[in-house]
Nanobody, 113 residues
Framework: QVQLAEFGGGLVQPGGSLRLTCSVS????????MAWYRQAPGKQRELVAS???????DYADSVKGRFTISRDNAKKMVHLRMNSLKPEDTAVYYC???????WGQGTLVTVSS
């Protein structure tokens, strides 16, 4: 069974930075696109950033220039570097294997002073 484990969330002040990591096991990781989604309280889950198996990235307009998605195929990990965080970035962030129904359990990011 494919497993995803996310970590790196936490409480950060506005303007601060965090790096989320998703570790993937039991799948040919390098063959799949990966994505980070987020869900804020009372809102629908939304796509934050994605990276194809070939390393092409895409971002939601709200995070362009602030967030960077990257992948390490050797370690089977995908990262989300988040800079200049804003209170509206507060959400549970989920890792997702594109083209599958596989999701991580989520990691909470809270941006507050």
């Amino acid at each position: 069974q494919v497993q995803l484990a996310e970590f790196g969330g936490g409480l950060v002040q506005p303007g601060g930075s965090l790096r989320l990591t998703c570790s993937v096991s039991r799948i040919a990781f390098s063959n799949y696109g990966m994505a980070w989604y987020r869900q804020a309280p009372g809102k629908q889950r939304e796509l934050v950033a994605s990276i194809t198996d070939g390393g092409i990235t895409d971002y939601a307009d709200s995070v362009k220039g602030r967030f960077t998605i990257s992948r390490d195929n050797a370690k089977k990990m995908v990262h989300l570097r988040m800079n200049s965080l804003k209170p509206e970035d507060t959400a549970v962030y989920y890792c997702h294997i594109e083209g599958t129904e596989v999701w991580g359990q989520g990691t909470l990011v809270t941006v507050s002073s």
